[in-house]
Nanobody, 119 residues
């Protein structure tokens, strides 16, 4: 399974970005977004199931970020609104069997896309 994330960039606080993740195959049911800021551990952001569309969010992004998917396009998006400098990180998409917050639950990872939010 290969994952390709894109859509990162440099934006001002309060702005928005939409990240995309295309998978080569829907081999697992859960797709997730994680992020890693400089000097910090990788943290869970959001996840979604291909079947049924159930979603999960980190408390820090709930209400600002929205995850969605298109099964036919094998694509997952992360709409990030009202961005804050604290959202600055490399964002990774991942695929796993279940939607979980632990990175160890995900078997396949993309290369990451960088998001920088200036104040």
């Amino acid at each position: 399974v290969q994952l390709q994330a894109s859509g990162g960039g440099l934006v001002q606080a309060g702005s928005f970005l939409r990240l995309s993740c295309v998978t080569s195959e829907r081999a697992t049911d859960a797709m997730a977004w994680f992020r890693q800021a400089p000097g910090k551990d990788r943290e869970f952001v959001s996840a979604i199931r291909w079947i049924g569309g159930r979603t999960l969010y980190a408390n820090s992004v709930e209400g600002r970020f929205a995850v969605s998917r298109d099964n036919a396009k094998k694509t997952v998006w992360l709409q990030m609104n009202n961005l804050e400098p604290e959202d600055t990180a490399i964002y990774y998409c991942a695929a796993g069997r279940f939607i979980r917050k632990a990175s160890s639950e995900y078997d396949f990872w993309g290369q990451g896309t960088e998001v920088t939010v200036s104040s």
